[in-house]
């Protein structure tokens, strides 16, 4: 895409919501994370609305991950600024990091991890997303990127986060299109029907089973199944499950990287917290 051809008001509008950085719960329960200590002062409240201003268009978020890529605009971690070190000079976010992670710099280290999965002989890397925040759709292209080229030794997971309100439902449709067997194909469709086509409302209102059922429907869902599903033991499960991950790796925004339940990533960019994370993983992989 060539950015030149995107309107200038977009682009103030990427570094906007780049600015606000990582998504937050808008009405948090009483279940839902508490905000990290080396959370940057400005967190600590909710983040504004993530909207567009009215009459301009919604945002693409491949197109505003390349725009804030463009402007230099800090991103994804709820933490980044907090006494951080200067952000590297950019760097191709497809080229992996050779050198080895240092703690508080470029990961924190989680008392008392757990791995959301059983390791089982492989480095497990999960985002903490939902479908409703911004930053994560705008994460979402260099999350596919770095996706495609890791080895088999590397396992990726998406744990959707509960953290109340227009949150819950997205959790329980991710894990009811795990179960369909739909979820890999949908995922990048559902971030675009809420935040591009807005044919689902996410953060802006509440979207019903229905309502989101109707869009899983173009990826080969059944409606009504899905909505059943969506209520169903097995999703409720899966549905405490993560939100039990969440609390306990204190993830209280969005995206979070986490690897084997231990290192959660820190970064200033989407592009620094990929870096970091290739950081965190080879030293994984050497025994560190």
Avoid at 115 to 140: H, R, S, T, W
């Amino acid at each position: 895409m060539n950015l030149r051809s995107v309107p200038r008001r977009v682009l103030s509008t990427a570094a906007l919501v780049l600015l606000l950085a990582a998504c937050q719960p808008s009405t948090p329960d009483a279940a839902a994370p508490a905000p990290a200590a080396d959370a940057a002062a400005g967190q600590a409240a909710d983040p504004a609305p993530h909207e567009a201003i009215a009459g301009e268009p919604a945002l693409d978020p491949a197109a505003s991950a390349e725009a804030a890529a463009a402007a230099g605009e800090p991103g994804a971690e709820a933490d980044a600024g907090a006494g951080a070190s200067a952000a590297p000079a950019p760097a191709d976010a497809g080229t992996p990091a050779v050198t080895f992670a240092a703690q508080g710099e470029h990961y924190d280290l989680i008392q008392g991890g757990q791995p959301f999965e059983p390791l089982d002989g492989k480095i497990e890397v999960v985002e903490v997303f939902n479908y409703v925040c911004p930053a994560c759709a705008m994460f979402q292209p260099l999350v596919n990127s770095w996706k495609a080229r890791q080895p088999a030794d590397v396992r990726f997971t998406y744990v959707p986060a509960a953290f109340g309100g227009n949150w819950d439902p997205y959790v329980r449709a991710y894990y009811a299109a795990e179960a369909m067997g739909i979820a890999d194909k949908a995922h990048d469709g559902i971030f675009h029907a809420i935040h591009v086509e807005r044919s689902l409302r996410g953060e802006r209102g509440q979207d019903s089973p229905e309502d989101i059922a109707r869009v899983y429907a173009k990826f080969g869902a059944d409606p009504a199944q899905f909505v059943s599903t969506m209520a169903s033991f097995t999703v409720n499960a899966k549905f405490g499950r993560a939100r039990q991950y969440i609390a306990q790796q204190r993830a209280n925004s969005t995206p979070t990287i986490i690897v084997n339940g231990r290192y959660r990533i820190k970064g200033r960019s989407f592009e620094e917290v990929i870096q970091n994370t290739d950081r965190v993983i080879a030293q994984v992989r050497a025994g560190g």
